[in-house]
C-alpha cells in the first residue's frame, strides 16, 4: 500500500512502457484525422479561389463573394458525384443537375487517395497503422468537411439533398483512401473472409485466390485497364475530330450564350473539364449503344430515334447529326482496338518476345487471361459511363448520356471476341520457329583510290644536288704523297690494258689493303682530271718504270704531240682514248676499264673501290684562259653507276 501512496515510488518497468504505444497510436489516429481534414480542406479552397477569379473578372456580377463561395462550395460537392440542385427554374419546379465533370474530380480523388497513403507511412518512432484504421480516419476527417460544405450550401443557388449527399460523399472519400492505402501495403495475401459461403470460398480458392491464379488475375487486371485506356484515348480522338467538324455551330452557341470576354473564358474553361465526358460518349458511340440525350432520343452510327432537344453548349455541338453515312460507320473503328490492346497486354507477359515454348503459358491460359481481360474492360467501361452521364432536369432530359450497361456489355463482347483470337495469334507468332540462315561472307570490294599520282617536279636544287654528289672533279692538294715504287711499277707491269686506260697508276698499299684513305686521296666518284699536255709530271717520273711513262697520257711510245705540246690524237691519253670527261662515260672508255680489269684480275670489293695514282695526259683546259695548272694528281679507276651493276 505505501509503494502506491509514497510519490517516490515509481511504476514498475513492466508497466511504463505499456502506455507508450497507447499514447503513440492515438497520436499516429489523430495525425490520420489532420491529414484528411487537411486534404478535404486543400481541395474546397482550391475550388474558391478558381469561383472567385471568376466572379472578380465578371464586369456584372449579379451576388457578391458570398455567391461566389456558395458556387465553389457546390461545384466541389459536385466533383465528388454529389448530385446538385437547381431551385430558380422557369417552370418553378426544381431541376437536378447530375452530370459531373470528370476533370474536376481529379484533385479530390488525388487528394484523398494522398492522404490515406501518407497516413499509412509512418515517422520514426511511431507505431504504424493497419489499412483499415488509415482508411477510417482518413474518410472521417474528410467527410467532416464535406458536411460543413453541404451544410453552407444550402439556401444557395445550387443546393444539394442530405439524404444524396450522404450517400454518395463517403463511397467517393473511401474509394480514394482505399487506393492509396492498397498502394502502400499491397493487395491482401491472406486467408478469405469467414463469413463467406463454403461453395464460393472452395470456388474462389481454386481459381482467382489459388497462387497459381493469382498471376494471371493480375495480368487480366492490367490487361483489362490497359483497353479501357485505349479506349478512352481513341474516343477523345474522335470528339475531337467532330467538334472541329462542327467548329461553326460551337462558335455560335458560344457568342450565344456569354456577351462579355469574361463568360466565354468560364464557358471555355467548363468545356474543358467536361471533355474526359466528351471522350467517353464517343466510346459508346464507338462500340455501339451510343448515347441518350433525353428519354426519347438515342444516337447511335447506324440510327437515331426521336428529335435530339439540345440545350445551347458549345460542346454538345459535337453532336452528329443523322446517320448511317460512310463517316459515321468508320466511328465505328473505336471498337477494333479494345481487342488487339487486351491481347497485347496479356501476350506480353504469357509469351515474351524471344521466348521458348516451354516457357510460354498454354493456349489455354492465355485464351482465359485474355477473356479476363476483357471482361474487366467492360467493368471499366461501365464505370466510366455512369460517371459520365448523368440527369439534367426533370421529364425529357432525366437521361442525358450514356447508359452505362449499355456501353459495358458492348465493349466486353468487342473485347472477348477480338482479344482472344488475337492473343493466340500473337502468341503463335512469337513462338514461331525461327531458322537460323547461313551468314555468308561477301568479298569485300575495295573501291579504287582516286587520288592521282603525284606528279611533282623534283626542285633545282636537289637536281643539282644529286648530280653534284654524282659527279664530282678531283681536287688533289700538295699534299698528296708520291706514288710508291712498288705501287708504280706493278702498275708498269700491268698490262697493255694500262695503256689502254690512258694513264692509269697502280693503286697504293694503304688503300688496297683496306686502310683508311689517305689526305688528300681523291673521291671514286670524281671524273679523272687532266694535266698539261707535252708534260709528264714528277709523280708520273718518280712511278717511271719498265712501261711506266706509258702509264701517264701521252708519255708512253706511241704517243704523238701536237704542234702546240699537247698529246696528238693517237697518243693513248688523247680524247680518242676517253680521258675528255664528256667521254668518260661513253662506251669505249668503259670497255677500256674492264678489259684492264680483266688482264690484272678481278680485285677485292674493298679494292675495287679504291683509287689508282697515276697522272693524266692531256692539255689542261684551265691553261688556256691562263689559270696555273693544277698539281700533280692521281687518276682514281672510277665506275659509273651502270659498271657497277654489272
Known amino acids: 500500500m505505501s509503494q502506491l501512496t509514497d510519490p517516490a515510488t515509481t511504476l514498475s518497468p513492466a508497466s511504463a512502457p505499456a502506455s507508450v504505444p497507447a499514447r503513440g497510436r492515438a497520436t499516429a489516429l489523430t495525425a490520420a484525422f489532420l491529414r484528411g481534414v487537411v486534404a478535404a480542406g486543400l481541395g474546397l479552397g482550391s475550388f474558391a479561389v478558381l469561383a472567385m477569379a471568376v466572379w472578380i473578372s465578371s464586369p456584372y456580377p449579379d451576388r457578391g463573394p458570398g455567391g461566389a463561395l456558395h458556387v465553389a462550395a457546390a461545384l466541389w460537392l459536385l466533383a465528388h458525384g454529389v448530385e446538385l440542385v437547381r431551385p430558380d427554374t422557369l417552370s418553378g419546379t426544381p431541376a437536378p443537375l447530375g452530370v459531373v465533370p470528370m476533370l474536376l474530380a481529379v484533385p479530390p480523388a488525388y ?55 450522404a450517400l454518395t460523399l463517403p463511397v467517393a472519400v473511401l474509394l480514394s483512401a482505399g487506393a492509396g ?14 463469413w463467406l459461403p ?64 469574361s463568360g466565354r473564358v468560364a ?78 497486354f496479356t501476350v506480353r507477359v504469357a509469351s515474351p518476345p524471344f521466348a521458348v515454348r516451354e516457357e ?17 474492360c467492360g467493368g471499366l467501361t461501365a464505370a466510366l459511363a455512369a460517371v459520365a452521364g448523368g440527369r439534367l432536369g426533370d421529364g425529357a432530359l432525366a437521361v442525358f448520356g450514356p447508359v452505362w450497361w449499355r456501353a459495358g456489355l458492348a465493349a466486353l463482347v468487342w473485347a472477348v ?38 606528279r611533282k617536279k623534283p626542285s633545282p636544287k636537289r637536281s643539282a644536288r644529286k648530280k653534284a654528289e654524282r659527279v664530282r672533279p678531283v681536287q688533289a692538294g700538295p699534299e698528296a704523297g708520291p706514288v710508291p715504287e712498288e705501287a708504280a711499277r706493278g702498275a708498269g707491269e700491268a698490262s697493255p690494258g694500262a695503256d689502254v686506260m690512258g694513264g692509269a697508276g697502280s693503286v ?82 668503259r670497255q677500256a676499264r674492264w678489259a684492264a680489269f680483266r688482264a690484272v684480275g678481278e680485285p677485292s670489293p674493298s679494292r675495287r673501290h679504291a683509287p689508282r695514282t697515276g697522272t693524266d695526259a692531256g692539255a689542261d683546259p684551265e691553261e688556256d684562259r691562263g689559270t696555273a695548272p693544277r698539281p700533280p694528281s692521281t687518276l682514281p679507276l672510277l665506275l659509273d653507276p651502270e659498271d657497277r651493276d654489272q
Open 417 to 454: 471476341a477480338l482479344g482472344v483470337p488475337s492473343a493466340l495469334l500473337l502468341r503463335a507468332w512469337r513462338l514461331r520457329e525461327r531458322r537460323v540462315r547461313p551468314v555468308r561472307e561477301r568479298p569485300v570490294r575495295r573501291k579504287p583510290s582516286r587520288r592521282k599520282p603525284s
Open 360 to 376: 510460354a503459358w498454354r493456349p489455354g491460359e492465355t485464351a482465359l487471361t485474355a477473356a479476363l481481360g476483357g471482361v474487366v
Open 198 to 261: 463454403g461453395g464460393l470460398r472452395s470456388l474462389l480458392v481454386r481459381t482467382v485466390w489459388a497462387s497459381a491464379s493469382r498471376r494471371r488475375t493480375t495480368v487480366a487486371t492490367r490487361a483489362g485497364a490497359g483497353a479501357a485506356a485505349v479506349l478512352v484515348c481513341a474516343g477523345a480522338l474522335l470528339a475531337v475530330v467532330s467538334l472541329v467538324w462542327h467548329g461553326g455551330a460551337a462558335h455560335a452557341s458560344l457568342t450565344r450564350l456569354a456577351e462579355d470576354w
Open 267 to 344: 464557358l471555355v474553361l467548363l468545356g474543358l473539364t467536361l471533355l474526359p465526358n466528351a471522350a467517353v460518349w464517343a466510346v459508346s458511340y464507338g462500340l455501339g449503344p451510343g448515347f441518350a440525350l433525353g428519354t426519347a432520343t438515342t444516337v447511335t452510327p447506324l440510327a437515331v430515334t426521336g428529335t435530339p432537344a439540345l440545350p445551347p453548349f458549345p460542346l454538345l455541338a459535337a453532336v452528329p447529326d443523322g446517320y448511317g453515312t460512310a463517316a459515321h460507320r468508320a466511328a465505328m473503328a473505336v471498337a477494333l482496338v479494345a481487342g488487339p490492346a487486351v491481347a497485347w
Open 508 to 589: 697504293p698499299q694503304q688503300a688496297s689493303a683496306g686502310g683508311p684513305k689517305p689526305a688528300g686521296e681523291p673521291d671514286l666518284l670524281d671524273p679523272p682530271a687532266r694535266t698539261t699536255g707535252g708534260e709528264i709530271p714528277e709523280a708520273s717520273t718518280e712511278t717511271g718504270g719498265p712501261g711506266g711513262a706509258s702509264g701517264s697520257g701521252g708519255a708512253g711510245p706511241d704517243a704523238t704531240a701536237g704542234p702546240d705540246g699537247t698529246a696528238g690524237p693517237g697518243s693513248p691519253g688523247g680524247a680518242d682514248h676517253g680521258t675528255d670527261p664528256a667521254d668518260w662515260h661513253g662506251r669505249g672508255a
Open 111 to 165: 487528394l484523398a487517395y494522398r492522404a490515406a497513403r501518407d497516413a499509412l507511412d509512418a515517422d520514426e518512432g511511431r507505431p504504424q497503422l493497419t489499412l483499415f484504421g488509415a482508411v477510417a480516419t482518413v474518410t472521417g476527417g474528410y467527410l467532416l468537411v464535406g458536411a460543413g460544405a453541404a451544410a453552407y450550401v444550402t439556401g444557395g443557388p445550387l443546393t444539394v439533398r442530405p439524404l444524396g449527399a
Open 181 to 194: 492505402a492498397w498502394k502502400v501495403s499491397g493487395r491482401l495475401r491472406g486467408p478469405l473472409p469467414l
